[in-house]
């Protein structure tokens, strides 16, 4: 069964950086495209960045294009989403899944808290 554990979240100041990890278990990790998402309160998940299996290729959201970076280490299982300039709309709770345009599985992790407030 796939497990996605996701962390590296917490408070910061506008302008400020996170990363964030995602580790996976259970599932051909360096044979899938992995992707982030972020979900809002009251909101649906939304696809925030997405990267293929051997980082070829990388996708943005428009509202992160040139803010956040996603990169992986399949020896390790892990995705990143390095995450600069932030500000307070980027304040959500993020999760990992596989897959590139759409999530491969149904069961999500946890996610990550991510609060940018002064």
């Known amino acids: 069964q796939v497990q996605l554990v996701e962390s590296g979240g917490g408070l910061v100041q506008p302008g400020g950086s996170l990363r964030l990890s995602c580790a996976a278990s259970?599932?051909?990790?360096?044979?899938?495209?992995m992707s982030w998402y972020r979900q809002f309160p009251g909101k649906e998940r939304e696809l925030v960045a997405a990267?293929?299996?051997?980082?070829?290729?990388?996708n943005y959201v428009d509202s992160v294009k040139g803010r956040f970076t996603i990169s992986r280490d399949n020896a390790k299982n892990t995705v990143y989403l390095q995450m600069n300039s932030l500000k307070p709309e980027d304040t959500a709770v993020y999760y990992c899944?596989?897959?590139?345009?759409?999530?491969?599985?149904?069961?999500w992790g946890q996610g990550t808290q991510v609060t940018v407030s002064s």
């Open positions: 899944n596989a897959g590139y345009s759409l999530p491969k599985y149904d069961s």
């Open positions: 990267i293929t299996s051997m980082s070829s290729i990388r």
């Open positions: 259970g599932c051909t990790f360096g044979g899938s495209p």
